[in-house]
Protein backbone atom coordinates (compact mmCIF):
# COMPACT_ATOMS: atom_id res chain seq x y z
CA UNK A 1 0.00 0.00 0.00
CA UNK A 2 1.65 2.98 -1.14
CA UNK A 3 1.91 6.20 1.48
CA UNK A 4 0.08 8.82 0.05
CA UNK A 5 2.17 11.57 1.18
CA UNK A 6 1.05 15.41 0.56
CA UNK A 7 4.46 17.66 0.35
CA UNK A 8 4.69 21.00 2.22
CA UNK A 9 4.44 22.91 -0.97
CA UNK A 10 1.53 20.96 -2.02
CA UNK A 11 -0.18 22.16 1.51
CA UNK A 12 0.71 25.42 0.99
CA UNK A 13 -1.01 25.99 -2.19
CA UNK A 14 -3.98 24.11 -1.06
CA UNK A 15 -4.23 26.76 1.55
CA UNK A 16 -4.17 29.39 -1.04
CA UNK A 17 -6.75 27.91 -3.29
CA UNK A 18 -8.88 27.25 -0.45
CA UNK A 19 -8.62 30.48 1.28
CA UNK A 20 -8.97 32.52 -2.16
CA UNK A 21 -11.65 30.20 -3.02
CA UNK A 22 -13.77 31.09 0.44
CA UNK A 23 -12.36 34.83 0.42
CA UNK A 24 -13.82 35.35 -3.26
CA UNK A 25 -17.92 33.93 -2.55
CA UNK A 26 -20.52 35.69 -3.59
CA UNK A 27 -22.32 37.62 -0.57
CA UNK A 28 -26.02 37.18 -1.67
CA UNK A 29 -27.45 33.92 -1.46
CA UNK A 30 -29.66 33.25 -4.51
CA UNK A 31 -30.31 29.81 -3.01
CA UNK A 32 -31.98 31.79 -0.03
CA UNK A 33 -34.06 34.18 -2.13
CA UNK A 34 -35.50 31.85 -4.05
CA UNK A 35 -36.74 29.38 -1.12
CA UNK A 36 -38.21 32.58 0.13
CA UNK A 37 -40.10 34.00 -2.62
CA UNK A 38 -41.57 33.30 -6.34
CA UNK A 39 -39.86 35.25 -9.00
CA UNK A 40 -41.43 36.22 -12.90
CA UNK A 41 -39.20 34.86 -15.38
CA UNK A 42 -37.82 38.43 -15.56
CA UNK A 43 -37.27 38.68 -12.51
CA UNK A 44 -34.91 35.05 -12.22
CA UNK A 45 -33.45 36.89 -15.30
CA UNK A 46 -32.39 39.53 -13.75
CA UNK A 47 -30.96 37.45 -10.83
CA UNK A 48 -29.32 35.26 -12.80
CA UNK A 49 -27.42 38.03 -14.79
CA UNK A 50 -26.68 39.40 -11.59
CA UNK A 51 -25.42 36.32 -10.09
CA UNK A 52 -23.38 35.70 -13.13
CA UNK A 53 -21.45 39.33 -13.45
CA UNK A 54 -20.54 39.16 -9.65
CA UNK A 55 -19.54 35.75 -10.74
CA UNK A 56 -17.13 36.41 -13.36
CA UNK A 57 -15.43 39.55 -10.92
CA UNK A 58 -15.29 36.73 -7.83
CA UNK A 59 -13.70 34.34 -10.71
CA UNK A 60 -11.12 37.27 -11.76
CA UNK A 61 -9.88 37.49 -7.80
CA UNK A 62 -10.28 33.97 -7.27
CA UNK A 63 -8.27 33.33 -10.45
CA UNK A 64 -5.60 35.89 -9.78
CA UNK A 65 -4.63 34.06 -6.23
CA UNK A 66 -3.80 30.91 -8.58
CA UNK A 67 -0.26 30.44 -7.46
CA UNK A 68 1.77 30.96 -11.52
CA UNK A 69 -1.38 32.09 -12.97
CA UNK A 70 -0.09 35.95 -12.96
CA UNK A 71 3.29 34.88 -15.12
CA UNK A 72 1.05 33.42 -17.70
CA UNK A 73 1.18 35.28 -20.90
CA UNK A 74 -1.85 38.00 -20.44
CA UNK A 75 -3.79 37.04 -23.42
CA UNK A 76 -3.68 33.63 -22.72
CA UNK A 77 -4.70 34.77 -18.71
CA UNK A 78 -8.01 36.19 -20.56
CA UNK A 79 -8.52 33.04 -22.89
CA UNK A 80 -8.86 31.06 -19.74
CA UNK A 81 -11.21 33.11 -17.76
CA UNK A 82 -13.29 33.93 -21.05
CA UNK A 83 -13.43 29.73 -21.47
CA UNK A 84 -14.34 29.07 -18.01
CA UNK A 85 -16.24 31.34 -16.72
CA UNK A 86 -19.62 29.35 -17.71
CA UNK A 87 -18.88 26.05 -16.23
CA UNK A 88 -17.56 27.94 -12.99
CA UNK A 89 -20.47 29.30 -13.05
CA UNK A 90 -22.89 25.59 -13.37
CA UNK A 91 -20.09 24.29 -11.33
CA UNK A 92 -21.01 27.18 -8.43
CA UNK A 93 -24.46 26.84 -8.76
CA UNK A 94 -24.47 22.83 -8.66
CA UNK A 95 -21.97 24.00 -5.20
CA UNK A 96 -24.67 25.33 -3.94
CA UNK A 97 -27.86 23.04 -5.24
CA UNK A 98 -26.00 19.83 -3.41
CA UNK A 99 -25.14 21.61 -0.17
CA UNK A 100 -27.00 20.23 2.76
CA UNK A 101 -30.77 22.44 3.35
CA UNK A 102 -32.95 21.66 5.91
CA UNK A 103 -35.66 19.19 4.71
CA UNK A 104 -37.60 19.47 1.79
CA UNK A 105 -35.81 22.73 0.70
CA UNK A 106 -33.89 21.00 -2.14
CA UNK A 107 -37.31 20.13 -3.75
CA UNK A 108 -38.58 23.77 -3.11
CA UNK A 109 -35.14 24.76 -4.63
CA UNK A 110 -35.32 22.40 -7.72
CA UNK A 111 -39.44 23.23 -7.98
CA UNK A 112 -38.46 27.22 -8.11
CA UNK A 113 -35.52 26.66 -11.19
CA UNK A 114 -37.82 24.93 -13.14
CA UNK A 115 -40.47 27.32 -13.20
CA UNK A 116 -37.69 30.20 -13.58
CA UNK A 117 -37.82 30.67 -17.31
CA UNK A 118 -35.22 27.85 -18.44
CA UNK A 119 -36.90 26.10 -21.14
CA UNK A 120 -37.41 22.73 -20.54
CA UNK A 121 -35.29 21.02 -22.79
CA UNK A 122 -32.02 22.18 -20.65
CA UNK A 123 -34.14 20.90 -17.12
CA UNK A 124 -32.72 17.54 -17.91
CA UNK A 125 -29.36 17.85 -18.57
CA UNK A 126 -28.70 20.81 -16.01
CA UNK A 127 -30.07 18.64 -12.47
CA UNK A 128 -28.50 15.57 -13.85
CA UNK A 129 -25.23 17.47 -13.52
CA UNK A 130 -26.40 18.85 -10.28
CA UNK A 131 -27.07 15.77 -9.07
CA UNK A 132 -24.38 13.85 -9.84
CA UNK A 133 -21.75 16.81 -7.94
CA UNK A 134 -24.29 16.51 -5.09
CA UNK A 135 -23.28 12.35 -4.67
CA UNK A 136 -19.90 13.32 -4.82
CA UNK A 137 -20.25 15.18 -0.99
CA UNK A 138 -16.71 16.91 -2.09
CA UNK A 139 -15.39 18.72 0.99
CA UNK A 140 -14.23 22.07 0.47
CA UNK A 141 -10.90 21.90 -0.88
CA UNK A 142 -11.99 19.65 -3.18
CA UNK A 143 -14.57 21.92 -4.89
CA UNK A 144 -12.09 24.36 -4.51
CA UNK A 145 -9.23 22.75 -6.77
CA UNK A 146 -12.05 21.46 -9.05
CA UNK A 147 -12.79 24.50 -9.97
CA UNK A 148 -9.13 25.77 -10.38
CA UNK A 149 -8.21 22.78 -12.28
CA UNK A 150 -11.31 23.85 -14.88
CA UNK A 151 -9.91 27.66 -15.24
CA UNK A 152 -6.89 26.31 -16.23
CA UNK A 153 -7.81 24.15 -18.63
CA UNK A 154 -5.36 24.32 -21.70
CA UNK A 155 -7.52 23.74 -24.56
CA UNK A 156 -9.85 26.43 -24.27
CA UNK A 157 -9.90 28.52 -27.57
CA UNK A 158 -7.07 31.16 -28.54
CA UNK A 159 -4.41 29.73 -25.64
CA UNK A 160 -1.36 30.13 -27.36
CA UNK A 161 1.02 28.90 -24.53
CA UNK A 162 -0.84 25.29 -23.61
CA UNK A 163 1.96 23.55 -22.50
CA UNK A 164 2.25 26.61 -19.54
CA UNK A 165 -1.43 25.96 -18.15
CA UNK A 166 -0.69 22.38 -18.32
CA UNK A 167 2.12 22.43 -15.65
CA UNK A 168 0.04 24.64 -13.79
CA UNK A 169 -3.32 22.66 -13.86
CA UNK A 170 -0.92 19.24 -13.64
CA UNK A 171 0.28 21.12 -9.88
CA UNK A 172 -3.38 20.88 -9.22
CA UNK A 173 -4.74 17.82 -10.30
CA UNK A 174 -1.18 16.18 -8.33
CA UNK A 175 -3.02 17.66 -5.12
CA UNK A 176 -6.58 17.04 -5.60
CA UNK A 177 -5.42 13.22 -6.98
CA UNK A 178 -3.20 12.75 -3.27
CA UNK A 179 -6.39 14.47 -1.32
CA UNK A 180 -8.91 12.23 -2.44
CA UNK A 181 -7.25 9.16 -1.74
CA UNK A 182 -7.12 10.57 1.67
CA UNK A 183 -10.17 11.92 1.94
CA UNK A 184 -11.94 8.63 0.55
CA UNK A 185 -9.69 5.92 1.34
CA UNK A 186 -12.51 3.29 0.00
CA UNK A 187 -13.22 4.50 -3.24
CA UNK A 188 -10.23 4.56 -5.57
CA UNK A 189 -12.28 5.45 -9.04
CA UNK A 190 -13.53 8.74 -6.45
CA UNK A 191 -10.60 11.25 -8.28
CA UNK A 192 -11.44 9.72 -11.89
CA UNK A 193 -15.37 10.28 -10.71
CA UNK A 194 -14.49 13.81 -9.88
CA UNK A 195 -12.22 14.51 -13.46
CA UNK A 196 -15.91 12.80 -15.45
CA UNK A 197 -17.49 15.68 -14.05
CA UNK A 198 -15.51 18.29 -15.56
CA UNK A 199 -16.30 16.41 -18.82
CA UNK A 200 -20.08 16.82 -18.04
CA UNK A 201 -19.98 20.36 -17.13
CA UNK A 202 -18.73 20.92 -20.59
CA UNK A 203 -21.62 19.65 -22.35
CA UNK A 204 -23.45 22.16 -20.20
CA UNK A 205 -20.99 24.67 -22.03
CA UNK A 206 -22.93 23.78 -25.21
CA UNK A 207 -26.24 24.68 -24.12
CA UNK A 208 -25.68 27.99 -22.05
CA UNK A 209 -25.91 30.63 -25.00
CA UNK A 210 -29.30 28.70 -26.00
CA UNK A 211 -30.36 28.40 -22.13
CA UNK A 212 -30.17 32.04 -22.11
CA UNK A 213 -31.89 33.34 -25.39
CA UNK A 214 -34.69 30.97 -24.44
CA UNK A 215 -35.99 32.51 -21.37
CA UNK A 216 -39.79 32.41 -21.15
CA UNK A 217 -39.14 35.90 -22.12
CA UNK A 218 -38.69 38.44 -24.64
CA UNK A 219 -36.14 41.26 -24.45
CA UNK A 220 -33.13 39.48 -22.90
CA UNK A 221 -30.91 42.24 -21.51
CA UNK A 222 -27.46 41.61 -20.77
CA UNK A 223 -24.69 43.46 -19.02
CA UNK A 224 -21.85 44.40 -20.85
CA UNK A 225 -19.51 41.94 -18.69
CA UNK A 226 -21.50 39.26 -19.55
CA UNK A 227 -21.85 40.03 -23.36
CA UNK A 228 -17.88 39.82 -23.36
CA UNK A 229 -18.64 36.14 -21.41
CA UNK A 230 -21.36 34.43 -22.77
CA UNK A 231 -21.69 34.64 -26.53
CA UNK A 232 -24.91 36.49 -26.55
CA UNK A 233 -26.26 39.69 -28.10
N1 LIG B 1 -26.33 29.47 -7.22
C1 LIG B 1 -25.75 30.14 -7.93
C2 LIG B 1 -25.09 30.95 -8.83
C3 LIG B 1 -23.89 31.53 -8.44
C4 LIG B 1 -23.19 32.31 -9.34
C5 LIG B 1 -23.68 32.50 -10.61
C6 LIG B 1 -24.90 31.94 -11.00
C7 LIG B 1 -25.61 31.19 -10.08
N2 LIG B 1 -26.81 30.59 -10.48
C8 LIG B 1 -28.02 31.18 -10.34
O1 LIG B 1 -28.20 32.19 -9.71
C9 LIG B 1 -29.17 30.45 -11.01
C10 LIG B 1 -30.58 30.92 -10.63
C11 LIG B 1 -30.79 32.38 -11.07
C12 LIG B 1 -32.21 32.82 -10.80
C13 LIG B 1 -33.22 31.91 -11.47
C14 LIG B 1 -33.01 30.46 -11.03
C15 LIG B 1 -31.59 30.00 -11.30
N3 LIG B 1 -29.01 29.01 -10.75
C16 LIG B 1 -28.77 28.10 -11.71
C17 LIG B 1 -28.63 28.40 -13.16
C18 LIG B 1 -27.51 29.07 -13.61
C19 LIG B 1 -27.39 29.34 -14.97
C20 LIG B 1 -28.40 28.96 -15.86
CL1 LIG B 1 -28.23 29.30 -17.56
C21 LIG B 1 -29.53 28.31 -15.39
C22 LIG B 1 -29.66 28.04 -14.02
N4 LIG B 1 -28.69 26.88 -11.18
C23 LIG B 1 -28.89 27.01 -9.85
C24 LIG B 1 -28.90 26.07 -8.82
C25 LIG B 1 -29.12 26.49 -7.52
F1 LIG B 1 -29.13 25.63 -6.51
C26 LIG B 1 -29.32 27.86 -7.24
F2 LIG B 1 -29.52 28.23 -5.98
C27 LIG B 1 -29.32 28.81 -8.26
C28 LIG B 1 -29.08 28.37 -9.55
Known amino acids: KEKIEITKEQQALMKIILDAYNRHQIPQDVAKKLLQDQYSAEENFLLLT ?3 TSQVQVLVEFTKNI ?15 KGSAVEAMFLRSAQVFSRKM ?24 MFNFYKSIGELHMVQEEQALLT ?7 DRPHVKDQHAV ?8 DVLRKLCALQHPQEPQYFA ?3 GRLTELRTLNHYHTEMLTSWRMNDHKFTPLLCEIWDVQ
Open 193 to 195: RLL
Open 166 to 173: ERLQESML
Open 67 to 81: PGFLSLDHEDQIALL
Open 148 to 154: AITILTP
Open 50 to 52: EMA
Open 102 to 125: PKGHTEVLEARIRKSGISEEFMTP
